[in-house]
């Protein structure tokens, strides 16, 4: 039976994030000096070894398994897969390999997929789980700590009671596509984005996979090589290279938390089809410059499509967007997966030009039907509240439940108290991860460990001192610390041995791997 109540109607009290005495004590300390880290992708030579050795350095599993074999060599008697380490030492080289080779190879591209999904389904959900005592590696907020607002909770169950799940639009519903385009304009007001420049998405991970194959199967398909910025997320890129040629790009990161594009504008070609770029770098929470990002996009071809993973942006200084973000040929990719802790949700959109997204309908209508028409209430609310808050408005009036359709029966004092409640929980969980993080980064702060503070998102990355492989260290603190932290070769750092470390655990995983990863660190803080 449907519930004749309007929405917001009945709506508890706000839940905030609480942030433990001790992490906040940890974040409040002066940082203490402890060197610089660097990120340089590009391949090492220990990674051109793993080439150099393979009968066939064309075949992803075989680099794949070599590069593991000598992880299982080096790790001596923890060795867990001995006929991976007699694989590596039975090789040979065969053969001398530069980097361009490398990073202009297909095979590249599997090979770390590959070892990506090893990582998941082999080692830590996999024979290594029982030594997990923290797990430090999601890449992700922990859901049960900081969930989605209660505002949002009430638009799913709203939903719910009223059996909101029927077809839609290929590209979403309009008034869900209207409420984003209204918050992205906010977000870079001289853009001026109407519902036609919106498709809601099942989260960014899809819609890049979808856009992979829109573009090099139908719009620019027969062009060039493709060009990706690394460091970057394995199925991003594996979703363009099993598409078409594509040419990794590393972008190094520095102390100064930002994204050097020359590389990249330097790579552009008349016939390059596609350019991905994640605008925020994981693992190392650095930004593109936005005078940088303009000379890139003005730089390419028109035929060129620029796709810009913005969703490690945020939880940092919203800055100034640039208006060149707005271009014809860029395709702005959002989810709600890391900013609304929500990765399970499958739930984004993409912003686009209009003729774009009118082709891209026949395609998404073909090809998937529409996104999940469940979240659309969900997503209208939170692109409507979010532009209230981009715009700093606080006290609501009649207008603002204009902007809803009747359906939802909104009363004005019902929607002030579903918006301050949206306000106070964001705000909130927003300070209490910016302390998770700072604590993260000072606990680290220990002779042997160095790390790279983040400007933006949820990750960071660390080097320690003396390990020469991100896997290999992986391996090492498992077993020692109980730690499982993410090797950064899984996200194209292929050299050196940097590590990712989620900010956004609950204290407990802290309490344990904390005193045990700074013990690692500094020997003389071990105890006997």
Not at 24 to 42: W, Y
Request: proline share 7%; with cysteine.
């Amino acid at each position: 039976m449907t519930n004749a109540q309007g929405l917001f109607h009945g709506l508890g009290e706000p839940q905030l994030s609480v942030v433990p005495a001790e992490i906040k004590m940890l974040a409040a300390q002066s940082p203490h000096p402890t060197g610089t880290l660097s990120v340089h992708p590009e391949p090492d030579a220990r990674l051109l070894e793993v080439y150099a050795r393979a009968a066939n350095p064309h075949d992803a599993m075989e680099l794949r398994d070599l590069y593991l074999g000598r992880v299982e060599c080096e790790l001596g008697p923890e060795s867990h897969r001995p006929e991976l380490a007699e694989r590596w030492r039975r090789s040979r080289v065969r053969r001398e390999v530069g980097a361009e080779e490398v990073l202009s190879s297909r095979a590249t591209v599997r090979f770390v997929k590959e070892l990506f999904n090893f990582y998941f389904r082999d080692d830590i959900f996999g024979d290594l789980r029982s030594q997990t005592e923290a797990l430090l590696c999601t890449g992700a907020v922990d859901e049960a700590y900081w969930g989605l607002p209660s505002t949002l909770k009430d638009c799913v169950r709203y939903a719910l009671d009223r059996d909101w799940y029927g077809y839609s639009d290929s590209r979403g519903r309009e008034s869900a596509r209207e409420a984003v385009a209204e918050y992205e304009t906010a977000r870079l007001p001289s853009a001026g984005y109407t519902a036609d420049n919106i498709a809601l998405t099942m989260g960014a991970t899809m819609a890049i996979n979808s856009l992979a194959d829109f573009i090099l199967l139908e719009v620019n398909r027969g062009q060039g090589t493709s060009l990706c910025g690394i460091p970057n997320y394995p199925p991003l890129v594996e979703s363009i290279g099993r598409r078409g040629p594509v040419q990794l790009v590393p972008l190094p990161c520095t102390s100064s938390g930002e994204i050097p594009l020359r590389p990249l504008i330097d790579a552009l070609r008349p016939d390059t089809p596609i350019v991905l770029l994640q605008t925020v770098a994981n693992p190392t929470g650095a930004l593109v410059r936005e005078d940088e990002l303009e000379l890139l996009i003005r730089s390419a071809s028109p035929e060129t499509l620029i796709i810009l993973d913005e969703c490690h942006e945020w939880l940092g200084d919203p800055g100034v967007l640039s208006p060149a973000r707005a271009a014809p040929n860029v395709i702005r990719v959002s989810s709600l997966s890391k900013n609304w802790s929500a990765p399970g949700l499958k739930v984004g959109w993409f912003v686009a030009d209009g003729a774009f997204i009118d082709e891209y309908y026949e395609y998404a209508s073909t090809s998937f039907g529409g996104p999940p028409s469940f979240f659309y209430t969900l997503v209208e609310v939170l692109a409507r509240m979010e532009r209230w808050r981009v715009t700093e408005t606080t006290e609501l009036d009649g207008t603002h439940c204009g902007e809803f359709e009747p359906v939802y029966d909104l009363q004005l004092p019902n929607l002030q108290r579903a918006y301050d409640t949206y306000r106070l929980e964001r705000e909130s969980r927003e300070s209490s991860l910016l302390h998770f993080r700072e604590a993260c980064v000072n606990g680290l702060r220990v002779p042997g460990i160095t790390p790279l503070p983040p400007r933006y998102s949820i990750n960071m990355a660390a080097a320690f001192e003396g390990a020469t492989d991100s896997y290999l260290l992986y391996r090492q603190l498992l077993k020692e610390t109980g730690a499982a932290l993410f090797p950064g070769i899984l996200l194209f750092c292929l050299s050196g041995a940097p590590v990712r470390l989620t900010t956004s655990r609950r204290s407990s995983d802290y309490e344990v791997a904390m005193p045990r990863l700074q013990r690692r660190g500094a020997p003389e803080l071990r105890r006997v």
